[in-house]
T-cell receptor, first 115, second 114 residues
Framework: SQTIHQWPATLVQPVGSPLSLECTVEGTSNPNLYWYRQAAGRGLQLLFYSVGIGQISSEVPQNLSASRPQDRQFILSSKKLLLSDSGFYLC??????????????FGPGTRLTVL | KNQVEQSPQSLIILEGKNCTLQCNYTVSPFSNLRWYKQDTGRGPVSLTIMTFSENTKSNGRYTATLDADTKQSSLHITASQLSDSASYICVVSAQSGGYNKLIFGAGTRLAVHP
C-alpha cells in the first residue's frame, strides 16, 4: 500500500532563518506531488506541484521554493523565513496520468511557526 | 474567479443527531467535487467524490449530494458519533492546463458532544 511521510511534524523557526521540509512517498512510482499551505481558518492553498523529477510548477509567487530530486521525494525550502510563512504545510500525492478523477492523498502535515 | 464557499463555518451537535453541511461553488470548467474530513492537526482524508453526472453518493453514514445546475453540494451525516468531530472540506476540481486544479473551501468545523 502507498504511504506518505512528512517531517518534521512541528517546527519553530526565527524570522530570517532557512527552511527545509521533506516529503516522501512509498508504494507508488512517478506520482504527482503537491505542496499546500493551510492558514488558520482558511482553505488549503496550493503552493507547488510536480509531475516528475525536476519538474516544478508554482501556483503563487512567494518566499518559498520546491524541488524534486528523486521520483518520490518532494522538498519545500526557503532561504529566509517571514512571519507570514507560518502555517500548516501539507504534502500530497496522486496517481500520474490519471486526471479523472485525481484523488489526492495527504500526508500528516508540518506545523511551522515563525517567530 | 473560482471559489468554494462552505456553511456553516462551525457547528455543534449532540451525539446521535444528524446534520447537513453546505457547499456552494463558482468553478469553471467543473470537473468533480469531493468532500474531505480533516481531523485536527492531520492531513485531509477523502470521503466522497462526485462527477458532473452524479447526484448523490454515500460512504457509510456520510451522504453527499450534488446539484450541478445550482452549483451546490451538501454533506449529510447520519447518527453522528464523537469521532465525527473534525473539519469537513469541500473541494471542487477544475480542468486547468491539462490537470485538475483543486479549489478548497475553508471548511466547516463540526463538534459532536456527548
Amino acid at each position: 500500500s502507498q504511504t506518505i511521510h512528512q517531517w518534521p511534524a512541528t517546527l519553530v523557526q526565527p524570522v530570517g532563518s532557512p527552511l527545509s521540509l521533506e516529503c516522501t512517498v512509498e508504494g507508488t512510482s512517478n506520482p504527482n506531488l503537491y505542496w499546500y499551505r493551510q492558514a488558520a481558518g482558511r482553505g488549503l492553498q496550493l503552493l507547488f506541484y510536480s509531475v516528475g523529477i525536476g519538474q516544478i510548477s508554482s501556483e503563487v509567487p512567494q518566499n518559498l521554493s520546491a524541488s524534486r530530486p528523486q521520483d518520490r521525494q518532494f522538498i519545500l525550502s526557503s532561504k529566509k523565513l517571514l512571519l507570514s510563512d507560518s502555517g500548516f504545510y501539507l504534502c500530497a500525492w496522486s496517481v500520474s496520468q490519471s486526471w479523472w478523477p485525481d484523488t489526492q492523498y495527504f500526508g500528516p502535515g508540518t506545523r511551522l511557526t515563525v517567530l | 474567479k473560482n471559489q468554494v464557499e462552505q456553511s456553516p463555518q462551525s457547528l455543534i451537535i449532540l451525539e446521535g443527531k444528524n446534520c447537513t453541511l453546505q457547499c456552494n461553488y463558482t468553478v469553471s470548467p467543473f470537473s468533480n467535487l469531493r468532500w474531505y474530513k480533516q481531523d485536527t492537526g492531520r492531513g485531509p482524508v477523502s470521503l466522497t467524490i462526485m462527477t458532473f453526472s452524479e447526484n448523490t453518493k454515500s460512504n457509510g453514514r456520510y451522504t453527499a449530494t450534488l446539484d450541478a445546475d445550482t452549483k451546490q453540494s451538501s454533506l449529510h451525516i447520519t447518527a453522528s458519533q464523537l469521532s465525527d468531530s473534525a473539519s469537513y472540506i469541500c473541494v471542487v476540481s477544475a480542468q486547468s492546463g491539462g490537470y485538475n486544479k483543486l479549489i478548497f473551501g475553508a471548511g466547516t468545523r463540526l463538534a459532536v458532544h456527548p
